[in-house]
Every structure is written in structure tokens, then in C-alpha cells.
């Protein structure tokens, strides 16, 4: 658990197998005279590539790790068996239904083994917060933190963003804690040193380095891939620790490596680049969640045969793949249709970047917070043309608007709710006239995960009060949690109905009711 493997990378699309070649040059010379077709090489010196520049020693990194060292910190995660196992298991309830209630003294416990993980993290600000992976972290019951003095704090979850594989924590020091700043990914060249530092297994610190093989990698492991590429080691228990240059900076969160045979690294490994992990963190920290720009079209990429058909311009660099994205559909009342987009244009640039394939487009919008006005270059039967629009709330045009139960302030119950609709009572075996809303996702370490609410769960009341749609059940939740009140829930499991009562630090506060009883599965959201 604590490293992630993308090993499906090298076997996707099949197997490549690279052959060596043998470059053989003869030059036949006669008694005559040279050799009436030789080349004369110097007639090609005008496009040699002459690299310039100053002899370099390797670098010496002591005196950066030395510095940098006292914020890297161990991470372990207490996570359950079936959340490892049943990872991606959708609305799975393991465990099943209870053929009879149980009395109070009898309640069901979790039967589940209880696995350590572990890995690393940073240390960003003095009052204690943590950046790793999400990975790291995910469905955990219990989370602890070991800085580099060997002192073990108790870690709370404060957000987790499975799309980018980050996570933030939040621990309690006595004295201010050393930190790290973060750098700025964007001005990173392929060619420059980095030292990737984690602090694996507790024994210390652990330090590799190596250069940057390239920016903005796409490895296929999520919407908004976009790594740094690095040759230096990235090793078992190193998830989370980050990637420094030279002169300090945090300029990446090591994430990944490529493993053919799911061993140990052979030199490919990637981080989370800065500019993505300012972004995501500053967003857990304020509200536990990440909110994400929403333009509303389906893109794809041009082949050369398109891009002939549309009428656009030759790459600049013969040979070169087209660039842009080509729009498929636009979504109705979303605001690429509110710029006048439409299907068949192709999308060549986004705010003043670049835009080369359908993914460098849904990198660019992610990264933009709803309400902020943009301009897209585009092209219109070979012609090309300007718009302006203010772009959305990816989370409300997918449906999740006002499904979390969640205050303002960061303060949060830490589940997503769905409606009940015919279909769900179909999946969950339950009587169509079966009222409430359904759990669709829980938040590891909330309030509502340290309760045992379980993704579906349907929760039929909230304080008394009958709901039947998400958004009553927020308002209601809300008013609880803004007063500070533990919240009464009454919730539908496996045809048994019980009480489950959250207090706003978390703990459960209530007596199971009705006929039955019981302890929740952890989730990841």
C-alpha cells in the first residue's frame, strides 16, 4: 500500500521490444582516388547540434539534506483488509445482513483485519500541516505521524483528493515545527538535479537523486495526470516525500514509479508537480474538498487525417502529430456552449497556454476556479477565432452540487448523498416505497467514517425529521453541526433500520435502536 505501482504502463497497448542496431560505415578507397559517391560531411555542419557550456562537477547535496531533512516525516496508516481488497467495489457492504437483531451487549464488530501501511509526508507550516499521497492514506482508521526527532503525533485527515493522489493532515505539535516551502514545478528543465527525500519505515530518511527526464507525463492513473519524470530512485515507503531542487524548493511530491515486475524501482519515477499540489492543498485546507473547473465538452484527439479534413494548419515541425482538441459535443447550458463552441471546432489554446491533446485541456480547466473568466483560441473550418466565458463547478455539473453535508468554516460530516430513485432500490434490494437518501461515498477519517456510516447506507431521517431528498438532509445536518449539536441520524443497513448520533469532533454519541446494531466499514470517497 505504501507505493503505487503503474506497471500496467509498460505492458499497455502490448509489449515493445527494442532491437539493437548495428551502425556499419565503410569508405572504399582506390588506387585512383577517393570514392566517387562518398559524402563530404562538412556539407551538413550547418544543423549539427554544438551543446555549449562550462564543464559541471556532480553536486554535492549534504549540506540540502541536512536542511530540508528535519521536515520529512514517517507516515503510518491503520487500514482495513476489505478496503485494500475491495478497492473500486462501488457500493459493496461487506460483511452482509444480520439474520437476527442484536441485543446491546452483543453488537457487531468489525471482523476485518487491520493492516499497516506505510510512507511519507512534509511538513508545510509550523502549526503542524502534512502533505503525502492520498494512496498513503486511503481508508485509514488511524493515522500516525513520525517526525525526524522519532516523536509520534496522532494525524487527522483533514482532506484527501483521489484525482491527483494527494492528501493533507493536520497534527498537533507542542513547539512549532520545522517546514518546507513549495517551489515552482513550471520552471523545472529536463536535465536539472533533484534529490528525492522520504523518511520510509521510520529509520530516519532516506535520500536518492537523480535528474528531470521530462515534464507533463501522462501515465494513464488519473484525469489530471501531469507528472514530473525523474531517474532518481523512488523507493518502497517514499509515496509522499518530496522531490527538492538545488536551492531548497519543493518542486514535486514523489508518487509513482514504473515497474515492469512490481519489484523495486529501475529508474522511471514520477511526482506530483507543485504548481498541482499548491493548489489541491490550499483547497483542503480551507474547505476538506476540491472544487474544479467545468468547460462542458467531450474532446478527442486529431489524427493527420482529421486534421486534413478540418482544414487546419500544418504542425510547424513536419511530421509532428496535429495539435489541439477536437470538440466532440458540447454539454447543454454549460459554459463552452454559453462561448459559442460547437462540435468540430478544435481547441488550440485555453487562457493563453497551449493546448496539444484533449488531456493538456482538462489539465488547464481543472486548474481554474469556477466564476473566473476565460478566453479559448479555437478553430472554425480553418479558421481562427476568439471566445470568452466564465467557467464552472465541475462538481455541480456532474450532479455532486449539494451532496456533500458538509458547513462552512471546513467543519463537515463527510459523507456524498444521492437521491433514492427506483433504480438504487434496485441495487440495494429494498422496497420501492423505501424513503431517504443514500450514502454514495464516505470521507475517510470524518466524523461520519469514525461513526461506521457505510456507502449504502440510506439515511431515512436527520434530527427527527424525515428527508427524502440530499440538499434537505445538508440543510439539516448543517444546522446541526453550526450549533454545535451532535447530529441524530437514522439510518436503513441491510433491511435493518438503527440510530447512529455524530458529534462534530467525531466521536458517536448515540444507542443503537430499533433492531439492530452495528460498527461501520471505512470507505475512501
Not at 529536463?190 to 532516506?206: I, R, S
Not at 477536437?326 to 471546432?345: F, H, I, M, Q, R
Not at 441520524?489 to 462534530?504: H, K, M, N, V, Y
Request: charged share 15%; glycine share 14%.
Amino acid at each position: 500500500m505504501s507505493e503505487k505501482s503503474v506497471t500496467n504502463v509498460c505492458t499497455r497497448g502490448g509489449r515493445r521490444n527494442w532491437t539493437k542496431a548495428l551502425l556499419a560505415g565503410c569508405m572504399l578507397v582506390s588506387a585512383a582516388g577517393p570514392w566517387a559517391g562518398s559524402v563530404s560531411w562538412a556539407d551538413n555542419t550547418s544543423s549539427m547540434i554544438k551543446p555549449s557550456g562550462p564543464a559541471q562537477r556532480i553536486p554535492d547535496f549534504v549540506e540540502l539534506v541536512k536542511q530540508v531533512k528535519p521536515a520529512v516525516v514517517s507516515i503510518t496508516s491503520m487500514i482495513r483488509s476489505d478496503a485494500v481488497e475491495g478497492e473500486g467495489g462501488g457500493m459493496g457492504m461487506g460483511g452482509g445482513p444480520f439474520p437476527f437483531p442484536f441485543p446491546f451487549q452483543m453488537m457487531p464488530q468489525p471482523s476485518k483485519q487491520l493492516i499497516e501501511a506505510r510512507g511519507s509526508g512534509f511538513v508545510i507550516s509550523a502549526d503542524g500541516y502534512v502533505v503525502t499521497n492520498n494512496h498513503v492514506v486511503k481508508g485509514a482508521t488511524k493515522v500516525t505521524v513520525t517526525l525526524d526527532d522519532g516523536t509520534t503525533l496522532p494525524a487527522k485527515v483533514v482532506g484527501r483528493d483521489g484525482k491527483t493522489d494527494l492528501a493533507l493532515l493536520k497534527v498537533t505539535p507542542t513547539q512549532k515545527l520545522p517546514f518546507i516551502e513549495l517551489g515552482e514545478s513550471d520552471d523545472v528543465q529536463p536535465g536539472e538535479w533533484v534529490v528525492a527525500v522520504g523518511n520510509p519505515y521510520g529509520l530516519g530518511g532516506t535520500v536518492t537523486a537523480g535528474i528531470v527526464s521530462a515534464r507533463g507525463r501522462d501515465i494513464n492513473e488519473g484525469p489530471y495526470d501531469n507528472f514530473i519524470q525523474v531517474d532518481a530512485p523512488i523507493n518502497r515507503g517514499n509515496s509522499g516525500g518530496p522531490l527538492f531542487t538545488q536551492d531548497g524548493k519543493v518542486v514535486g511530491v514523489n508518487t509513482a514509479i514504473l515497474s515492469p515486475s512490481g519489484g523495486g524501482s529501475i529508474g522511471i519515477g514520477f511526482a506530483i508537480p507543485s504548481d498541482t499540489v499548491r493548489s489541491v492543498v490550499d483547497q483542503l485546507r480551507k474547505t476538506g474538498h476540491v472544487v474544479r473547473g467545468y468547460l462542458g465538452v467531450n474532446a478527442q484527439v486529431i489524427s493527420p487525417v482529421m486534421a486534413s479534413a478540418l482544414n487546419l494548419p500544418a504542425p510547424a515541425v513536419a511530421g509532428a502529430p496535429p495539435a489541439g482538441a477536437l470538440v466532440a459535443s458540447v454539454s447543454p447550458d454549460s459554459p463552452a456552449e454559453k462561448a459559442g463552441l460547437k462540435a468540430e471546432d478544435v481547441i488550440t489554446d485555453f487562457n493563453g497556454q497551449k493546448i496539444a491533446t484533449p488531456h493538456d485541456l482538462a489539465v488547464r480547466v481543472a486548474a481554474v476556479a469556477p466564476g473566473t473568466q476565460v478566453t479559448i483560441g479555437f478553430v472554425r473550418a480553418g479558421k481562427a477565432q476568439t471566445a470568452t466565458t466564465k467557467i464552472g463547478n465541475l462538481a455541480s455539473a456532474t450532479g455532486d452540487a449539494g451532496k456533500t453535508a458538509s458547513t462552512t468554516g471546513g467543519q463537515h460530516l463527510g459523507v456524498a448523498l444521492a437521491p433514492l430513485n427506483r433504480d438504487t432500490r434496485q441495487q440495494l434490494g429494498l422496497p420501492q416505497d423505501t424513503h431517504g437518501v443514500v450514502v454514495s461515498d464516505v470521507e475517510a477519517g470524518s466524523p461520519a467514517d469514525q461513526a461506521g456510516i457505510r456507502p449504502g447506507d440510506v439515511i431515512q431521517s436527520v434530527g427527527g425529521q424525515q428527508v427524502d431528498m440530499p440538499k434537505a438532509a445538508v440543510v439539516l445536518v448543517k444546522a446541526a453541526m453550526a450549533a454545535k449539536k451532535p447530529v441524530l441520524l437514522r439510518i436503513l443497513r441491510d433491511g435493518q433500520s438503527l440510530f447512529i448520533a455524530i458529534s462534530p469532533d467525531g466521536s458517536a454519541a448515540g444507542q443503537p435502536a430499533d433492531n439492530g446494531a452495528g460498527s461501520g466499514d471505512d470507505d475512501d470517497n
